[in-house]
């Protein structure tokens, strides 16, 4: 199966402090994506990658950078943490064609 | 806006009985669902897909879809209480973008 790891699984981050969520997957899939998941709800979009040196806004951009630097990583960067940001981030990987999607274990992420 | 509307919010079901689970997408651009279930604090892990019109099985679950009204369904027969879980539909749109609804969270009742 498809490995994506994402690290750190847990981040408690400060008011107005920059964190960064990291994303690798060792399958060379093309598409990547960040989402982020609220207590009983569904996963939002934030951003998506087709690629190195690509990224794409989502659904749910606002507050949030993304950056893939190589087809393996994909970050998701919050330049200034707000405590509306604590959340379960989930990074996942495709091929071209999409027709499945893996996701990693997921990030907790809590800003007081 | 709601691209991916699922039904009901959330489903209690016997075991052994059938679940029947809902997703529609307003999107007209959207060619491709998923079926992905999601245990408490686990990743979502993917259940079924289906592009092409009509009915798919894989063991008790079956996957319906009417790509003229772009609804889709999840049917679980002989629900066991390992099902109950968050069920969740994702779409995707132009090859690349992938969308979820908000899920039905299934609770199957010994």
């Known amino acids: 199966e498809a490995a994506v790891t994402q690290s750190p699984r847990n981040k408690v981050a400060v008011t107005g402090g920059k964190v960064t969520l990291s994303c690798n997957q060792t399958?060379?899939?093309?598409?990547m994506y960040w989402y982020r998941q609220d207590t009983g709800h569904g996963l939002r979009l934030i951003h998506y990658?087709?690629?190195?040196?690509?990224?794409e806004k989502g659904d749910i951009p606002d507050g949030y950078k993304a950056s893939r630097p190589s087809q393996e990583n994909f970050s998701l960067i919050l330049e200034l943490a707000t405590p509306s940001q604590t959340s379960v981030y989930f990074c996942?990987?495709?091929?071209?064609?999409?027709?499945?999607?893996?996701f990693g274990k997921g990030t907790r992420l809590t800003v007081v | 806006q709601q691209k991916v509307q699922q039904s009901p919010e959330s489903l209690i079901v016997p075991e052994g009985g059938m679940a029947s689970l809902n997703c529609t997408s307003s999107?007209?651009?959207?060619?491709y669902f998923w079926w992905y279930r999601q245990h408490s604090g686990k990743s979502p892990k993917m259940l079924m897909?289906?592009?092409?019109?009509g009915e798919k099985e894989e063991g008790r679950f079956t996957v319906h879809l009417n790509k003229a009204s772009l609804h889709t369904s999840l049917h679980i027969r002989d629900s066991q209480p390992s099902d109950s879980a968050l069920y969740l539909c994702?779409?995707?749109?132009?090859?690349?973008?992938?969308?979820f609804g908000d899920g039905t969270q299934l609770v199957v009742k010994p």
């Open positions: 996942a990987s495709g091929t071209d064609s999409n027709t499945e999607v893996f």
């Open positions: 399958n060379n899939h093309n598409n």
């Open positions: 990658s087709y690629g190195a040196g690509s990224t």
């Open positions: 999107d007209r651009n959207v060619d």
């Open positions: 897909s289906i592009f092409s019109n």
């Open positions: 994702a779409a995707r749109r132009n090859n690349n973008r992938i969308f």
